[in-house]
C-alpha cells in the first residue's frame, strides 16, 4: 500500500511539475520591458533590451559583464530517474567590435544554477567564473563559448573559436569558427544535445537554415553538470578590448528539436556607419601564452645536462632552465625554414612546441664568434632568467652549443610593435590611439622596473619596436632584454662595441660607448615618437634627405602644430591630452644631452596622470640640421646603406680621430641579416 501510495504521489508530483514546466519558449526580437520587470529576459551587468527589440549584452566599453536568463528555471532532468532531458536551441546574434577585428571577449550560450552568476568576471571569464572558481564541480556551468580573443591561460586555440565549457573556461572541445564571429553580421548557432545518445551538436551559419553537419559534436554526460532545474541565458563580456554583443531571437526547447530562426523576420542592426579606419584593418588578433611552469624545471636540469654538447663550467649556472640541444632541435623541428618567426637583429627566432608539455616557444638562435663573449653573457642569463614583470617577455631558458646560444622565450602569438605601426598589409589591424598609449605606458613600466625596481639596475640596451611584442589584448612586453650585451665584446677582446640600432642610439653613446640608464631613456623617446607618428626615427628614403623623426616633432612643436605630428592614419581619432603628454616624453627624452632627460620614473608619473600640465616646459629645441641628436657619422652611415631603413649598427668608436669612412671597413653578419659591423681598423 505504501509503495502504491508513494508512487502515486511521485506521479502526480512530477505530472504538476510537468504542468508548471516552461520547457519551450520563441522570442523574434526581445520585449523590453520596463527596467529589468516584464521583459521577456532577465538582465544584469549593463544587458540592456534596445528599441526595435535587440537585445544588447554589452557595449564597447572595458570590462564589462552582461547577463540575460530567461526569468524561471527550467527542469532539466526526470524527477523519475534523475536522466537528463534533451535540449535544443537555437540563436541569433553579432559581435560588433570597438575596433574593426579586434575582438574582446566573446559571449556564450549558459546553463547556470542562477541567473545572477554574482562572483563572475569580465575580460576572459565572460562574465562565467572568476579566478577561484574556475574547474570546480560545484559551479554546474555549462556554457557553449563565442569566443573572439585566444587566452593562453585557457589553453584557447585561436581568437575565432566556438567551444563546450563545463564548469571551467578551459573548453573540453573546441573548434574553429568556420565564419568570423566579430564580422558584426547576424548568425545563428544550434545547439542540441540528444540524452539518448549523449551527444552534444553545435552547429553556425549567418543565415536561415540549419546545416546538416555540426562544426562541433562532443560526446559528454552532462548529468554531473545540470541540476535538476537550471536556468538558461547569455553571458557576455569585454576586457581591455571591447565588443558590443547583440541578441536579436532565442528559441528552446526541451525534449524536442527546435525551430530555426529566420533570420529575416528578427531585428537587425543600422547598417555600421564605416569608419575611417576600417579599410586599413583586417586579420585576427589573438593572445598571449601565459606561465609556463618554471619550478618544475629546477629539478629536471641535472637530468638535462647529459647530452652531445660539451658542457663548461661557466655553463653550470643556476636559474633558467638548460634545454638541451636535442630538445630544441626537436621542439622546432630541425629549426626549419617553416617555424622561422622573424630574423631580428642578433639571430633568427624560430617557432617550437615542446615535446613533453606541449608549450608553444620562441627561440631565438644567436650566433657569437668570440666565447669570452658567450662566458660573459651565460653569467647573467641567471639573473636574466629571474626577472619577472608582466611587461616583459619571459626568459625560460637557454642552450648553447658551440658558437651558438640558444635562447627560450614565451611564445608571443601577436609578434612585434613594428609590425603593427609599419607593415601597411591588409591583414596587419591599424592600432588605434588608446591601444598606442596603452603601449608606450607597458613599456615603460617595463624599464621602470629594469631600472629601478629589479634587484640591480638593468639596462636593456635596444629598446625599439621591434623588440615590443604584443600580446592577445595588444599590451605591450619588452624582449631580447640585455642581448646587446653580448655584442659588445667583438672576437677582439681590447675593443668595445657600441650596439644599438640606428635612430635609438643616444648621441653620447657613440662617444663613449657606454650604455647608461640614460641611454636606454632615449632610446624610448625615440619609440613614443615613432608610435605617436607612425613613423621611423630614421626614414632614409624620405626625400629630400633623410628624415629624421625627432627634428621633425621638434619643428612641429615649436610652432605650436604637434597634432600634424600624429599619424596621419589615424586621421584625427586620439585622446589630444595623451597624445600631448607622449610628444612631450618623446621630445624630453630625446634630449641630447643625458642631463637633460627624464628618469623612467618620471616618465611613468607623466604617462599615468595623462595630464599635459603635468610635464614640464620643454627646453628649446636643439639647434636645426641633424637635430643634434645625431652625429656626422651616423648620416654618413645612413647614406652609405640607402637600400635599409631599420639596421642594427654596431661599431668600435674608439681610436678613429678622422672620423673619414676610409677608416671604417664593414661587414655584414652572416646570420644575423641586417646586422651590420662597423670596426674601426
Ligand atoms: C514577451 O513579452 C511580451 C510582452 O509582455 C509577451 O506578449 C510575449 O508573449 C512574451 N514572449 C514570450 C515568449 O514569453
Ligand atoms: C556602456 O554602458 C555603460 C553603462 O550603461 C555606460 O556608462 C557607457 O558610457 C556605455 N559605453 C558606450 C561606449 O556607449
Ligand atoms: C521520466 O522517466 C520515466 C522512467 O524512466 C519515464 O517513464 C518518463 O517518461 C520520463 N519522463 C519524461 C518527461 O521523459
Known amino acids: 500500500m505504501a509503495i502504491t501510495f508513494s508512487v502515486l504521489l511521485l506521479l502526480s508530483i512530477s505530472l504538476l511539475s510537468a504542468l508548471a514546466q516552461h520547457d519551450e519558449f520563441q522570442f523574434s526580437g526581445f520585449n523590453p520591458g520596463n527596467g529589468n520587470s516584464n521583459s521577456n529576459v532577465t538582465l544584469g551587468g549593463i544587458a540592456k533590451v534596445q528599441n526595435g527589440g535587440i537585445l544588447r549584452l554589452t557595449n564597447e566599453t572595458l570590462r564589462l559583464i552582461g547577463h540575460s536568463f530567461y526569468p524561471v528555471p527550467i527542469r532539466f532532468k526526470n524527477s ?118 549523449k551527444v552534444l551538436e553545435v552547429r553556425l551559419a ?184 608582466r611587461n616583459l617577455v619571459r626568459m625560460q631558458g637557454w642552450c648553447r652549443r658551440r658558437a651558438d646560444l640558444l635562447l627560450v622565450y614565451d611564445y608571443m602569438p601577436n609578434g612585434s610593435l613594428d609590425k603593427y605601426l609599419f607593415s601597411g598589409d591588409e591583414a596587419t589591424p591599424l592600432l588605434p590611439w588608446p591601444i598606442r598609449f596603452r603601449v608606450i605606458r607597458s613599456v615603460a613600466a617595463a624599464l621602470l622596473y629594469l631600472h629601478e625596481e629589479w634587484e640591480s639596475v638593468g639596462l636593456h640596451r635596444d629598446v625599439k619596436a621591434s623588440n615590443v611584442l604584443l600580446d592577445g589584448e595588444l599590451n605591450g612586453r619588452l624582449g631580447d632584454f640585455g642581448l646587446a650585451r653580448l655584442y659588445e665584446r667583438g672576437a677582439n677582446p681590447s675593443t668595445t662595441r657600441v650596439v644599438g640600432t640606428l635612430g635609438y642610439l643616444a648621441p653620447e653613446l657613440t662617444r663613449t660607448g657606454k650604455a647608461t640608464t640614460a641611454t636606454d631613456v632615449f632610446a624610448f623617446g625615440a619609440l613614443v615618437l615613432e608610435v605617436v607618428c607612425g613613423r621611423r626615427p630614421i626614414e632614409p628614403k624620405a626625400l629630400p634627405d633623410e628624415l629624421v623623426l625627432v627634428d621633425l616633432v621638434w619643428e612641429k612643436w615649436a610652432s605650436g602644430k604637434w597634432r600634424e605630428a600624429v599619424d596621419p592614419r589615424l586621421v584625427g581619432e586620439f585622446d589630444e591630452d595623451e597624445v600631448e603628454v607622449a610628444l612631450r616624453v618623446g621630445l624630453m627624452c630625446s634630449h641630447p644631452v643625458p642631463a637633460g632627460r627624464p628618469e623612467m620614473r618620471d616618465v611613468v608619473r607623466f604617462l599615468e596622470d595623462g595630464d599635459p600640465t603635468g610635464v614640464p616646459e620643454l627646453p628649446s629645441p636643439p639647434p636645426a640640421g641633424g637635430g643634434g641628436s645625431y652625429e656626422v657619422g651616423f648620416e654618413d652611415f645612413v647614406h652609405s646603406y640607402p637600400s635599409s631603413s631599420f639596421e642594427k649598427v654596431s661599431w668600435s668608436p674608439t681610436l678613429n680621430p678622422n672620423g673619414g669612412r676610409s677608416d671604417r671597413t664593414m661587414a655584414a653578419q652572416e646570420e644575423s641579416g641586417p646586422v651590420v659591423f662597423f670596426s674601426a681598423v
Do not use: C
Open 80 to 197: 523519475t530517474d534523475a536522466s537528463v532531458f534533451s535540449f535544443s536551441t537555437a540563436f541569433a546574434f553579432a559581435i560588433v567590435p570597438q575596433y574593426p577585428k579586434l575582438g574582446g571577449h566573446g559571449l556564450a550560450f549558459t546553463i547556470a544554477n542562477s541567473s545572477s552568476l554574482p562572483e563572475a568576471l569580465p575580460s576572459q571569464y565572460l562574465g562565467l567564473l572568476n579566478a577561484k572558481n574556475i574547474g570546480n564541480a560545484s559551479n554546474h556551468l555549462f556554457a557553449v563559448e563565442f569566443d573572439t580573443v585566444q587566452d593562453f591561460e585557457f589553453g584557447d586555440i585561436n581568437d575565432n573559436h566556438v567551444g563546450i565549457d563545463l564548469n571551467n573556461l578551459a573548453s573540453n572541445k573546441s573548434v574553429a569558427a568556420p565564419i568570423n564571429l566579430k564580422s558584426g553580421e547576424t548568425i545563428q548557432v544550434w545547439i542540441d544535445f540528444d540524452s539518448a545518445r
Open 206 to 389: 549567418s543565415s536561415s537554415a540549419k546545416p546538416a553537419k555540426p562544426i562541433l559534436s562532443y560526446a559528454v554526460d552532462l548529468s554531473p553538470i545540470l541540476l535538476n532545474e537550471m536556468y538558461v541565458g547569455f553571458s557576455a563580456s569585454t576586457g581591455l578590448l571591447a565588443s558590443s554583443h547583440y541578441l536579436f531571437g532565442w528559441n528552446f526547447k526541451m525534449n524536442g528539436v527546435v525551430k530555426s530562426l529566420d533570420l529575416s523576420s528578427l531585428p537587425s542592426l543600422p547598417k555600421p556607419k564605416k569608419r575611417n579606419y576600417a579599410l586599413l584593418i583586417a586579420a585576427p588578433v589573438s593572445a598571449l601564452f601565459f606561465l609556463i611552469a618554471a619550478l618544475a624545471t629546477a629539478g629536471y636540469l641535472l637530468y638535462k645536462i647529459k647530452t652531445a654538447d660539451v658542457i663548461e663550467d661557466w655553463e653550470l649556472v643556476t636559474g633558467p632552465h638548460r634545454f638541451s640541444y636535442k630538445e630544441l632541435k626537436y621542439a622546432t623541428r630541425g629549426f626549419r625554414e617553416k617555424e622561422l618567426l622573424g630574423q631580428g637583429g642578433f639571430g633568427k627566432v624560430y617557432r617550437g612546441v615542446l615535446p613533453g608539455t606541449k608549450e608553444e616557444i620562441a627561440v631565438k638562435r644567436v650566433s657569437h664568434e668570440s666565447r669570452q663573449g658567450l662566458r660573459e653573457f651565460v653569467a647573467e642569463i641567471a639573473s636574466i632568467g629571474r626577472l619577472r614583470h
